[in-house]
């Protein structure tokens, strides 16, 4: 059975650089077909996509997030992870990773990690 | 960028038949899936691409998409299937819905 983990500080600096890492077990990254996506929900609100990276390092990600994003996979490891840059209290939220199948305009997010919260503050 | 429209809330009784919407620019002409959340859990696929169930998601959960509106039909809906739902679909970028609280009383 898939199953992911998030990892990372749960308290961040506004500017700061917000890092997290999804760990995969019960399957490898590197089997091809889908995406590694992230996923936030800020508290009490609903969800909005990040980005996604498949396990070559080919990427796509929120256009209004895409400046502040970057993305990394380590295949060895089978994790994949996420930088936030210039981060502010606006990207205070529990952040998930799933595995994303993306393909001739099918796109869904099977299965997902367990959440990690992460706050802005000073 | 494109938007999916939920409403906020639906009610139903137990035993009744659950129906919530997705709305959006054509999106019968995209694919869309839905997603179950609990609170304090993480989200759970329950149908992806219009129609499909995902293994272990109970019969009583179906979906279908035409024009600008895609459906999650609960049948005989359970007091376990009081949850948020999500929808979701590919619009030039992945795109959420808002969310619909599903309240079974």
């Known amino acids: 059975q898939l199953r992911l983990r998030e990892s990372g500080p749960g308290l961040v600096k506004p500017s700061e650089t917000l890092s997290l890492t999804c760990t995969v077990s019960g399957g490898s990254i590197s089997s091809g077909s889908y995406y590694w996506g992230w996923i936030r929900q800020s508290p009490g609100k609903g969800l909005e996509w990040i980005g996604s990276i498949y396990y070559s390092g080919n990427t796509y990600y929120n256009p209004s997030l895409k400046s502040r994003i970057t993305t990394s996979v380590d295949t060895s490891k089978n994790q994949f992870s996420l930088k936030l840059s210039s981060v502010t209290v606006a990207d205070t939220a529990l952040y998930y990773c799933a595995r994303h199948r993306s393909y001739s305009g099918s796109d869904w997010f099977d299965p997902w990690g367990q959440g990690t919260l992460v706050t802005v503050s000073s | 960028s494109y938007e999916l429209t939920q409403p906020p809330s639906v009610s139903v009784s137990p035993g009744q038949t659950a129906t919530l919407t997705c709305s959006g620019d054509k999106l019968g002409n995209k694919y869309a899936c839905w997603y179950q959340q609990k609170p304090g859990q993480s989200p759970v696929l329950v149908i992806y691409?219009?129609?499909k169930r995902p293994s272990g998601i109970p019969e009583r959960f179906s979906g279908s998409n035409s024009g600008n509106t895609a459906t999650l039909t609960i049948s005989g809906t359970q007091a376990m299937d009081e949850a948020d739902y999500y929808c979701?679909?590919?619009?030039?970028?992945?795109?959420f819905g808002g969310g619909t609280k599903l309240t079974v009383l």
């Open positions: 979701q679909a590919w619009g030039g970028s992945v795109v």
């Open positions: 691409e219009d129609t």
